[in-house]
């Protein structure tokens, strides 16, 4: 992740301000790379104060987040590091019923898990089964 990534800053925002990116990303790396809002805003803080020292042109919008994160009206924008589609990122819990044995609970869980890999296997099936003409693997959606 980039410090642009999670301030939410837009690319049409930042045209010209390369070296105010740097400063920003050299900041960020510098602090440890933090994802709180509290523990951001002094970052953001001491990238104006780089860029002013270093005569370096920033951006408004740096100015606009830092009031933003100081008034608590900005949350960071986090990327998903994880796919929904990747059976290992899907856990399936329950918590206890009081009439449902615990060890149903845990049944129904595993053969979910199978339930659900076995529709991800599914939906992929060779182009030669479909009546392609080559061996190559497609979704089920576009061979049919």
Partial sequence: MQAKTLLGL???????????????????????????????????????????????????????RKGELTRGEFKLRKELTTSF????????????????????????????KKDFEAILLKQRVPRGSRGGSRGNWTDRSIAQ
């Fill in 85 to 112: 589609t990747d059976p290992a990122a899907v856990r399936f819990t329950a918590g206890s019923h009081p009439k449902i044995p615990q060890a149903w609970i845990e049944n129904g869980i595993e053969q979910s």
């Fill in 10 to 64: 837009k690319e049409d925002l930042l045209i010209g301000a390369e070296a105010a990116l740097e400063v920003l990303e050299h900041c960020w790396e510098t602090a440890g790379r933090p994802e709180d809002e509290k523990e951001l805003l002094p970052v953001l803080k001491r990238v104006l104060d780089c860029c002013v020292r270093q005569g370096v042109t920033y951006p408004r919008i740096f100015l606009k």
